[in-house]
């Protein structure tokens, strides 16, 4: 079975400060795809970015980075110097490498950047 | 490219009653996923349907069905409403089932 753990529920971070969202997932599957999502107040979930299970590189955004750790499985999520407009719940997803499965979301962190 | 557009945005039903949603998906997109987001149960996956065939389906009722047009298009059925059906209905698109886009929702109360 496939599973995603986000353990941090709600972040409160002051507006500049870096923070750093958690992503852990189970899977057995060899071949598999990560996402992470962001769903501002509005409602709609904004596609951030989507990893491999054979590309361990490590991606840089903008104020945005991802560290994909295939040894702890981990993929986790920074924001260089956040700010007020970072305000978001985010969702880390899990996909099986196969066409017709569905995503596994994990249940979010709730971000909150103060002024 | 024009985004993934649901309708209605927001709706209100009455136990026992059903309700269809539409979902257009980006041009060119041929697989449509559906998913009900909940305080409760976070984000759930409901059904995906690629090519006008249902390729896979969530742990859902039979209330719960869908079906998508020869122009990819896609409509979501609840019959039998319950007031537990009441929540945010996303709909994604992708070209093969992949990376997703999603549209902004339908928000369905049940009273």
């Known amino acids: 079975a496939q599973k995603v753990t986000q353990a941090q529920t709600e972040i409160s971070v002051v507006e500049k400060e870096d923070v750093t969202l958690d992503c852990v997932y189970e899977?057995?599957?060899?071949?598999?795809?990560l996402f992470w999502y962001k769903q501002p107040p509005s409602g709609e979930l904004v596609f951030l970015i989507r990893?491999?299970?054979?590309?361990?590189q490590n991606e840089i955004s903008g104020r945005y980075s991802w560290n994909f750790q295939k040894s702890t499985s981990s993929f986790n999520f920074t924001i260089t110097a956040s700010q007020v407009v970072d305000s978001a719940v985010y969702f880390c997803?899990?996909?099986?490498?196969?066409?017709?499965?569905?995503?596994?979301f994990g249940p979010g962190t709730r971000l909150s950047v103060l002024p | 490219k024009a985004g993934v557009t649901q309708t209605p945005r927001y709706l209100i039903k009455t136990r026992g009653q059903q309700v269809t949603l539409s979902c257009s998906p980006i041009?060119?997109?041929?697989?449509v996923s559906w998913y009900q987001q909940t305080p409760g149960q976070g984000l759930q996956f409901l059904f995906e349907?690629?090519?006008?065939?249902?390729?896979n389906k969530g742990n859902f009722p039979g209330r719960f069905s869908g079906r998508q047009f020869s122009n990819s298009r896609s409509e979501m059925n609840v019959s039998t409403l319950e007031l537990g059906d009441s929540a945010l209905y996303l709909c994604?698109?992708?070209?093969?089932?992949?990376?997703?886009?999603f549209g902004p929702g339908t928000r369905l109360t049940v009273t």
């Open positions: 899977t057995r599957d060899t071949t598999y795809y």
């Open positions: 990893r491999n299970s054979f590309d361990e």
């Open positions: 997803a899990l996909i099986r490498g196969n066409y017709g499965q569905n995503f596994v």
């Open positions: 349907y690629f090519s006008e065939t249902q390729r």
């Open positions: 994604a698109s992708s070209i093969q089932g992949y990376e997703q886009y």
């Open positions: 041009s060119g997109h041929r697989s």
